[in-house]
């Protein structure tokens, strides 16, 4: 059960990764606006993340989504989460009223802190998910599977104490 939870939370949180860094790629001007109107980060390096932001996003969406290199890209994908939940915690505290620019967008907007807890808690779920990730980055039909198999004490075959195939090995051996 542990490995399709797996499954979902890489889904969920792979695909609002991919959603909101391809919202943002076609508009980098923006995405540098919404990294500014934060106000934390020193004028040289906003633009260099405004630009990147984007791309690492849809790269950690993607990796997850197929379930490459799981444990990696979810402590990243953690850390990101982090930071935007102290960026719009501090933006809260400081009275601004910015969109997030979570999904594109960006800068001042009038009563934007009325959206503050929902995207603070929404971050909190997807962060909470992300870290499930760290902890247990194995689930189903994730390309780790096959790429990074076990031959440790615990998992010294592919097979699970049923004697049945688990993960990717399983989903192929039904594809047959």
Do not use: N
Not at 15 to 43: F, N, T
Not at 78 to 97: H, M, N, Q, V, Y
Not at 124 to 138: E, F, I, K, M
Request: glycine fraction near 10%; include cysteine; hydrophobic fraction near 50%.
């Amino acid at each position: 059960m542990k490995d399709w939870f797996g499954l979902v939370a890489r889904l969920v949180t792979g695909g609002v990764w991919i959603v909101a860094g391809a919202l943002k790629l076609p508009h980098p001007a923006d995405s540098v606006r919404a990294v500014r109107a934060y106000d934390l980060l020193p004028e040289a390096v906003v633009p260099t993340v405004g630009h990147l932001l984007p791309v690492v996003e849809v790269v950690i969406g993607l990796c997850l989504v197929v379930g490459v290199l799981v444990r990696g890209t979810s402590v990243v994908s953690a850390l990101l989460f982090t930071a935007f939940i102290i960026g719009i915690s501090s933006a809260w505290a400081r009275g601004l009223s910015i969109d997030c620019g979570c999904f594109g967008g960006g800068g001042e907007i009038p009563d934007a802190a009325a959206k503050y807890p929902g995207e603070i808690a929404r971050d909190v779920g997807l962060l909470a998910l992300s870290a499930w990730l760290v902890a247990r980055p194995r689930s189903r039909w994730a390309l780790d599977s096959v790429l990074f198999r076990s031959t440790t004490d615990d998992d010294p075959d592919p097979l699970d104490a049923e004697g049945s195939l688990h993960g990717a090995e399983e989903d192929l051996a039904q594809d047959r």
